[in-house]
């Protein structure tokens, strides 16, 4: 597997915490060593794992690192391309990979705590016939194991000024403003509408 050398990485990196950098650097290793028993150190036990394939972030230490560890058993000639970084605990890893003949690229946004755990790790990849083959070859792997830690969104009543606040977030109006249909988008997004 060719992979972005630790030399080349270092200069893009300055700007990272400390702790930050240690664990990048660590996650580099794993993903060239794929040694899966390196992966569980690198993440905070309530690390959120945002997949390109669900709506809902999935949670938890051990679900990240079911779904990454398989990851780089089906990527071939996985490399990181570029790193961006967006503070003192974020960066974006831009990679390309194949899957048989089939191209893939994408990016890696993760979000580090302040000691250097990833508490967040969002992938996206394209082109989407990439993401499909990915999606059935993950689920073929790990399906059933990954099942049991997928959650149903908390839905749970909210207060008007929190209700309006999301309705402004979502377009720009105040629930009052609100037409029916537009009403519904709110039900669905928030879980329920308080009486106005």
């Excluded at 779904?67 to 967006?86: C, K, S, W």
């Excluded at 605990?89 to 890696?108: P, R, Y």
């Excluded at 990954?146 to 109006?173: D, H, N, Q, S, V």
Aim: proline residues 6%; charged residues 25%; hydrophobic residues 45%.
């Amino acid at each position: 597997m060719r992979h972005i050398t630790e030399e080349c990485m270092t200069g893009h990196i300055g700007s990272l915490a400390p702790a930050a950098q240690d664990t990048l650097r660590d996650w580099h290793r794993f993903v060239e060593t794929k040694r899966e028993d390196a992966l569980p150190p690198l993440f905070a036990d309530t690390t959120v794992f945002r997949s390109p394939f669900v709506h809902l972030p999935i949670h938890g230490r051990p679900a990240s690192v079911l779904i990454l560890g398989a990851v780089v058993q089906i990527f071939e000639n996985f490399r990181y391309r570029r790193t961006f970084v967006a503070g003192a605990h974020d960066v974006a890893l831009e990679f390309s990979a194949n899957i048989g003949e089939l191209q893939l690229k994408g990016v890696d946004l993760v979000k580090f705590d302040t000691g250097g755990k990833i508490i967040e790790f969002e992938v996206m990849i394209r082109p989407f016939r990439a993401l499909e083959v990915l999606s059935s070859l993950l689920s073929a792997r790990i399906g059933p194991e990954l099942a049991k830690y997928k959650t149903k969104p908390e839905f749970r009543p909210l207060g008007l000024e929190e209700w309006a606040l999301g309705a402004c977030a979502i377009g720009g109006l105040m629930a009052k403003e609100r037409a029916p249909s537009e009403a519904f988008c709110l039900i669905h997004v928030h879980g329920t509408v308080p009486a106005l």
